[in-house]
C-alpha cells in the first residue's frame, strides 16, 4: 500500500498561485494513476484532476481545466497540482489520492475508484 501526505495549501488571494504536492511512500509510486480531489463545507467530495502512471495522460474537471495543472515526479515519489487563476469557489480542502493501474493510460474519476488517501491541505481564496 501507499502512504500520501499533501502539502502547499494556504490563504491566498483571488487571482493568485498555489502549488500542491503530494509526497507518496510505501509501495512504488509509478505503478499507481493519481488524482487530485476536493471537497467544501457541506458539499461532497468532487474530482479535480487525474494523471495517468507514465505522466503523458491527465485529466481535469471543466471547472479547473486551463487553469490547473497536474503533474507527477516518480523519481520523487510526488504528485503536484499547480492551481492558477484562483477563485473564492476553489476554496476547499484538497485531497490526493492513488489507484492501483494495471495500464498505464489509465484515469479514473470517481472517488469510489481510489484506493489511498491523504489527510488533506487547506487551500482559502478570499476575495
Known amino acids: 500500500q501507499v502512504q500520501l501526505i499533501e502539502s502547499g495549501g494556504g490563504l491566498v488571494q483571488a487571482g493568485g498561485s498555489l502549488r500542491l504536492s503530494c509526497a507518496a511512500s510505501?509501495?512504488?509510486?509509478?505503478?499507481?494513476?493519481m488524482g487530485w480531489f476536493r471537497q467544501a463545507p457541506g458539499k461532497e467530495r468532487e474530482f479535480v484532476a487525474a494523471?495517468?502512471?507514465?505522466?503523458?495522460?491527465?485529466d481535469y474537471a471543466d471547472s479547473v481545466k486551463a487553469r490547473f495543472t497536474i503533474s507527477r515526479d516518480d523519481a520523487k515519489h510526488t504528485l503536484y497540482l499547480r492551481m492558477g487563476s484562483l477563485k473564492p469557489e476553489d476554496t476547499a480542502m484538497y485531497y490526493c489520492?492513488?489507484?492501483?493501474?494495471?495500464?498505464?493510460?489509465?484515469?479514473?474519476?470517481?472517488?469510489?475508484?481510489?484506493?489511498?488517501w491523504g489527510q488533506g491541505t487547506q487551500v482559502t481564496v478570499s476575495l
Open positions: 510505501g509501495d512504488t509510486f509509478s505503478r499507481y494513476a
Open positions: 489520492a492513488a489507484t492501483h493501474a494495471i495500464t498505464t493510460w489509465t484515469l479514473k474519476r470517481a472517488v469510489g475508484q481510489y484506493d489511498y
Open positions: 494523471i495517468a502512471r507514465l505522466g503523458d495522460t491527465t
